[in-house]
Structure formats: structure tokens, C-alpha cells
């Protein structure tokens, strides 16, 4: 993804608003059992035989845990990156090599797919009888310690390997699971800090509400602007008769609904009452699940008209700051938020956000990777 002086610009300012924010808030982010946890990890480094450091592969970079810079004797180290399935597959081999050159040993894993969180643990095991056949004592305990900065992934994939270990453990079900949550800071044993790269704000690792969403945005829309991501979308160009067909298609399946709804409610059918609830919510959900689609076609096609129609220099900050004013004009009507109703730029920042951590907008990997390990062509 290419990278511009204008991209490092909008990021410093994020990044300086996120510091400041940080300094405001310390007691709301930054709470007592981070401290705690994160001088209990450092305590506690020295002693590990392996450890597994969560990164999160859209930003492999900058979703590093600094902490780790403070040991660089530990001897092995896996840099595991996590939501494999949101990341830029094109990039994923170049990051390998990335990682071996830097003397970790890389592995990708998606901590919500049981087959891909069953090859980690394999690959764990694996490591660690390589540590015991290496230190000549097959009985040996080797304890393992699974590090990463807030929102990686951790507790879901903690929670994964603990409900397939746990299957043939003697103990099971005796061990206890870390809370799941999407805010940064929920899991107690293992946290961090970290609010020096702005990547890692679009990817939730810095709690939502020190840095405005329209900022956030604004950010994105800055590296998507910059990358050839946006090619890819011309067949969603927002053209006078693409949005013809979108609105007559949306119609004609709320009618097909509807139609289908009176078929349903019809005395002379003999469908049962269960039944005709469970086609009542299956009809719901198919509506809801097209127009969601439609609205991402239409966020889609509108970044594509926006930067396609764009003749300003985007090296140029002002430039950019234009382009990205009509984007979130292009978006509010996209997304269909009111224009006459506060906040706009936030509601449609929030959107827009959620479509990528969810994977929904596409899959992007956020740091640039070194130009010597693009795969060659």
C-alpha cells in the first residue's frame, strides 16, 4: 500500500490527539489493572521459555508489543497474526519473510475459525518439543506466555485454545475463560498501551472516544485514497442508472416480501403458527441482509466517483482534506444518515469504521509492507 507524506501528516495529528486525550482520560483508559498487568508481564518475561506475541495482521506493525523491546534476549518468539481474514492476502507472505528476517518465528491465524486456532495450537506443541528435545529433557515444563497489545485478539483466541486443549485435559473444564469484548483494556491479565501509531486506532486497539470517529475516518479515507484499493470497485459506480436499478431491485424484493407475507397469512394455507413465525423472521433477516448489501455497493461506488473524478493533487494536503470532504458528503448519502442532523460526520465516520474492522468494505492491511519483501511478480 503506498505511503505519503500527507498519510504520515493526518497520522501525527491523530496521534498527537490521541496523547492528548490519553493525558486527559488517564484514570478511563489507562486504568490501574493495565499498570498492574503490565509490570506483572515484565516481571514475569524472563523466566517464559516461548512467547506468543498477538499481533493483529492488518497493521503487523504497528499492533507491536513494545514491551517486548525491553527483552531482546527472550530466545523464541512467534509473532502470531491474528484476523488473518481481514488482512490484505497478497501482503500475508511478504510479512512472513518480514518477521523470519527479524528473528521471530511468523504465523498466521483467524482466532474465530476452529480448524485455523487447531494448527496454531499443533504449531505451539510443536515448538515446544523442539525446546525440550533442544534442552535434552523430554519431561521438562515449558511455559508459554501470550502477550499483545488491547483488541488483537487475545481473548478469543485464549478462549479457542482453551476449548480445544480442554478437551483431552485432565482437568477440563476447570480452567477459566477471559471476557470477550470489542473495547480495548477487558481482558485483565494481559494489557497494554499503546498510543503512538494511528493504525491501530482504525483497528479498535485504542478505545473508541479518545480520537473522534470523523478523524478516524479521515485517516482511512487518507490511505485508501492513496492505495489502488479503490479500482477494484468500478462496477459499483454510483451512476444515474446503477442507482435506478439498485432502488427498483430494493423495491421489487420488499414487494416479493410483502407478497410473500399475505401468502403466508392466507386462512386457506395449512401452515402452522411456528412456522409461519420462522418464514416471518427468515423473510426479515433476507431483507435486512440486501439492504446492507446495497448500502455497502453504494459506499463502494461512492469512494470510487469521489477519487475517480478527483483532479487535485493528492501529495497535497489541502488537496486531500478536499477529496475527503467530498467522500464524507458522498458517504452521508451512502449511508443514509439525515444531512439535516448533528453530528454527521461522526454517525458517518462510525459506519464507516465498522465496515472495515468488520471486513465488510474489504480486506486491507494498513502498514506498509518493505518493498524488498513484495513477492516478486
Given at each position: 500500500?503506498?505511503?505519503?507524506?500527507?498519510?504520515?501528516?493526518?497520522?501525527?495529528?491523530?496521534?498527537?490527539?490521541?496523547?492528548?486525550?490519553?493525558?486527559?482520560?488517564?484514570?478511563?483508559?489507562?486504568?490501574?489493572?493495565?499498570?498492574?498487568?503490565?509490570?506483572?508481564?515484565?516481571?514475569?518475561?524472563?523466566?517464559?521459555?516461548?512467547?506468543?506475541?498477538?499481533?493483529?495482521?492488518?497493521?503487523?506493525?504497528?499492533?507491536?508489543?513494545?514491551?517486548?523491546?525491553?527483552?531482546?534476549?527472550?530466545?523464541?518468539?512467534?509473532?502470531?497474526?491474528?484476523?488473518?481474514?481481514?488482512?490484505?492476502?497478497?501482503?500475508?507472505?511478504?510479512?512472513?519473510?518480514?518477521?523470519?528476517?527479524?528473528?521471530?518465528?511468523?504465523?498466521?491465524?483467524?482466532?474465530?475459525?476452529?480448524?485455523?486456532?487447531?494448527?496454531?495450537?499443533?504449531?505451539?506443541?510443536?515448538?515446544?518439543?523442539?525446546?525440550?528435545?533442544?534442552?535434552?529433557?523430554?519431561?521438562?515444563?515449558?511455559?508459554?506466555?501470550?502477550?499483545?497489545?488491547?483488541?488483537?485478539?487475545?481473548?478469543?483466541?485464549?478462549?479457542?485454545?482453551?476449548?480445544?486443549?480442554?478437551?483431552?485435559?485432565?482437568?477440563?473444564?476447570?480452567?477459566?475463560?477471559?471476557?470477550?469484548?470489542?473495547?480495548?483494556?477487558?481482558?485483565?491479565?494481559?494489557?497494554?498501551?499503546?498510543?503512538?501509531?494511528?493504525?491501530?486506532?482504525?483497528?479498535?486497539?485504542?478505545?473508541?472516544?479518545?480520537?473522534?470517529q470523523r478523524e478516524l475516518a479521515q485517516y482511512f479515507l487518507t490511505i485508501l485514497n492513496l492505495s489502488n484499493q479503490y479500482k477494484k470497485?468500478?462496477?459499483?459506480?454510483?451512476?444515474?442508472?446503477?442507482?435506478?436499478?439498485?432502488?427498483?431491485?430494493?423495491?421489487?424484493?420488499?414487494?416479493?416480501?410483502?407478497?410473500?407475507?399475505?401468502?403466508?397469512?392466507?386462512?386457506?394455507?395449512?401452515?402452522?403458527?411456528?412456522?409461519?413465525?420462522?418464514?416471518?423472521?427468515?423473510?426479515?433477516?433476507?431483507?435486512?441482509?440486501?439492504?446492507?448489501?446495497?448500502?455497502?455497493?453504494?459506499?463502494?461506488?461512492?469512494?470510487?466517483?469521489?477519487?475517480?473524478?478527483?483532479?487535485?493533487?493528492?501529495?497535497?494536503?489541502?488537496?486531500?482534506?478536499?477529496?475527503?470532504?467530498?467522500?464524507?458528503?458522498?458517504?452521508?448519502?451512502?449511508?443514509?444518515?439525515?444531512?439535516?442532523?448533528?453530528?454527521?460526520?461522526?454517525?458517518?465516520?462510525?459506519?464507516?469504521?465498522?465496515?472495515?474492522?468488520?471486513?465488510?468494505?474489504?480486506?486491507?492491511?494498513?502498514?506498509?509492507?518493505?518493498?524488498?519483501?513484495?513477492?516478486?511478480?
Amino acid at each position: 500500500m503506498a505511503t505519503s507524506s500527507v498519510a504520515s501528516k493526518i497520522a501525527m495529528k491523530i496521534g498527537v490527539a490521541v496523547q492528548k486525550a490519553a493525558r486527559r482520560n488517564k484514570g478511563w483508559w489507562y486504568d490501574p489493572h493495565m499498570a498492574a498487568a503490565t509490570s506483572a508481564i515484565a516481571q514475569r518475561l524472563p523466566l517464559v521459555d516461548l512467547v506468543a506475541e498477538i499481533r493483529d495482521a492488518r497493521v503487523p506493525l504497528s499492533s507491536e508489543y513494545e514491551l517486548l523491546k525491553n527483552f531482546p534476549s527472550l530466545s523464541r518468539r512467534i509473532v502470531v497474526m491474528n484476523k488473518m481474514d481481514l488482512a490484505d492476502q497478497t501482503l500475508v507472505k511478504g510479512w512472513m519473510r518480514y518477521f523470519e528476517q527479524q528473528s521471530c518465528i511468523p504465523y498466521g491465524v483467524n482466532s474465530h475459525n476452529k480448524d485455523s486456532v487447531k494448527g496454531l495450537l499443533n504449531f505451539i506443541q510443536a515448538q515446544v518439543r523442539g525446546l525440550c528435545k533442544a534442552n535434552h529433557h523430554s519431561s521438562e515444563t515449558i511455559t508459554v506466555m501470550l502477550v499483545g497489545i488491547p483488541n488483537v485478539g487475545k481473548s478469543a483466541l485464549a478462549n479457542s485454545l482453551h476449548q480445544i486443549g480442554r478437551v483431552s485435559a485432565a482437568e477440563k473444564g476447570k480452567l477459566k475463560h477471559a471476557t470477550v469484548s470489542p473495547q480495548p483494556g477487558e481482558t485483565k491479565d494481559i494489557s497494554s498501551l499503546k498510543v503512538y501509531m494511528p493504525p491501530c486506532s482504525l483497528t479498535g486497539a485504542i478505545r473508541d472516544g479518545l480520537v473522534e470517529q470523523r478523524e478516524l475516518a479521515q485517516y482511512f479515507l487518507t490511505i485508501l485514497n492513496l492505495s489502488n484499493q479503490y479500482k477494484k470497485w468500478v462496477k459499483y459506480s454510483t451512476s444515474q442508472s446503477r442507482l435506478n436499478h439498485k432502488e427498483d431491485t430494493s423495491v421489487n424484493s420488499k414487494l416479493d416480501t410483502r407478497q410473500k407475507r399475505q401468502y403466508l397469512t392466507d386462512h386457506t394455507q395449512s401452515w402452522s403458527r411456528t412456522e409461519t413465525l420462522l418464514m416471518y423472521e427468515e423473510n426479515d433477516m433476507m431483507l435486512d441482509l440486501l439492504m446492507q448489501d446495497l448500502m455497502v455497493h453504494d459506499v463502494r461506488g461512492a469512494i470510487f466517483d469521489t477519487i475517480s473524478s478527483f483532479h487535485g493533487n493528492l501529495e497535497l494536503e489541502d488537496d486531500m482534506m478536499e477529496l475527503i470532504e467530498a467522500q464524507m458528503v458522498a458517504l452521508t448519502a451512502a449511508f443514509r444518515v439525515p444531512e439535516e442532523g448533528e453530528n454527521v460526520e461522526s454517525k458517518v465516520g462510525v459506519k464507516l469504521l465498522d465496515l472495515y474492522r468488520t471486513g465488510r468494505l474489504g480486506h486491507y492491511t494498513l502498514d506498509p509492507l518493505p518493498v524488498t519483501f513484495y513477492d516478486p511478480l
